[in-house]
């Protein structure tokens, strides 16, 4: 396991090339493909590009104000169509109880 911190709560680019350091010399199950089925959990968590999504984004709201997901759908094209469908009528019903 590896993890890599500001601890003054800094943004640097350096921060992220450290973190791609440990990775690269990990030796974890995933990239031995040991478990074929299952991912390894490697990843990054680093701040929302605020700037950038309020350029694009009218009505965005301010920093604190929004979260960002990535999801991964299934390949078959039915199944992904009916979790997109989920996925946006969750979202849709959670931010109409939170700005009721």
Do not use: N, W
């Not at 299952?38 to 929004?66: Q, V, W």
Request: proline letters at 3%; a negative charge.
């Amino acid at each position: 396991m590896g993890l890599v911190v500001d601890l003054q709560g800094g943004a640097s680019h350096q921060v992220i090339k450290d973190g791609m350091r440990i990775l690269e010399d990990l030796d974890h199950r995933g990239a031995r493909g040991a478990e074929e089925k299952t991912g390894d959990g490697a990843g990054i968590l680093i701040r929302k590009p605020h700037e950038l999504f309020a350029a694009e984004l009218r009505d965005l709201g301010d920093f604190d104000s929004y979260g960002v997901a990535q999801v991964f759908f299934p390949p078959d094209d039915a199944l992904e169509q009916a979790l997109v469908q989920l996925v946006e009528e969750t979202a849709a019903e959670r931010c109409r109880r939170r700005c009721a």
